[in-house]
């Protein structure tokens, strides 16, 4: 079946823009992460929702950043006014319950210019 | 708060050697134990996990077993391919309290020449 997609791949915006980031998790999964990974480091955990609730919100670096997945499927990260240390390799990933096997996307590479 | 740490790398091996790469963590609670492995130009895909203490996990001809008195989650591999190049994570998941979310390791390089 289809895995976890991400979209867009590659997104390059200026200082101080806005910006969607989504990740179509795998059908029927309840649970959905997100996590930032940058250059030569592991993902660093942002958001984790349990259906359509954020279950556990405490990774997310400050309130320019912020997720919705308001039908308990499709998630979006937004960034607000990015900077360029916001420059990374976003993942998502969804499993089947909350303790269960993450599968993790592709990613989607943020670079803010 | 969870932490893990794994060997710096990167690590260059001959096809056939023995692979370890090690992986201690700190936590609290009970958690699962996890390695990932990200082949070149591919995402993060679950390797092996464990989810108790004297727990082995095993895939693809790798294992690592969870020790709890050392904190440790070692990643071995009797003869590692040059298919096996890729970078490798540790990583933590404190379902008990934490909803599952996972802390990682910052990876380790592992290269195999033929």
């Known amino acids: 079946g289809a895995g976890v997609s991400q979209t867009p791949s590659n997104k390059v915006t200026e200082k101080g823009k806005y910006v969607e980031l989504r990740c179509d998790p795998i059908?029927?999964?309840?649970?959905l992460y997100w996590y930032r990974q940058s250059l030569g480091q592991g993902p660093e955990f942002l958001i984790y929702?349990?259906?359509?609730?954020?279950?556990?919100d405490s990774g997310l670096p400050n309130d320019r950043f912020f997720a919705v997945r308001p039908e308990g499927s499709v998630s979006t990260l937004k960034i607000q006014r990015t900077e360029r240390g916001d420059s990374a390799v976003y993942l998502c990933?969804?499993?089947?319950?909350?303790?269960?096997?993450?599968?993790f996307g592709p990613g989607t590479r943020l670079t803010v210019t | 708060g969870n932490s893990v740490t794994q060997m710096e790398g990167p690590v260059t091996l001959s096809e056939e050697a023995f692979l370890t790469i090690n992986c201690t963590y700190t936590?609290?609670?009970?958690?699962?134990l996890f390695w990932y492995v990200q082949y070149p130009g591919e995402g993060l895909q679950l390797l092996l996990k464990?989810?108790?203490?004297?727990d082995k996990g095993s895939n693809k001809g790798f294992e690592a077993t969870y020790r709890k008195e050392t904190t440790s989650f070692h990643l071995e591999k009797g003869s590692v391919q040059v298919s096996d190049s890729a970078v490798y994570f540790c990583?933590?998941?404190?379902?008990?309290?934490?909803?599952?979310?996972?802390?990682f390791g910052d990876g380790t390089t592992l290269t195999v020449k033929p």
């Open positions: 464990a989810t108790k203490a004297d």
């Open positions: 059908s029927g999964h309840t649970a």
């Open positions: 929702f349990q259906g359509t609730g954020a279950a556990d």
């Open positions: 990933a969804s499993s089947p319950s909350r303790q269960g096997e993450q599968y």
């Open positions: 990583a933590l998941s404190d379902g008990n309290t934490n909803a599952g979310k996972s802390t």
């Open positions: 936590a609290t609670g009970y958690p699962s």
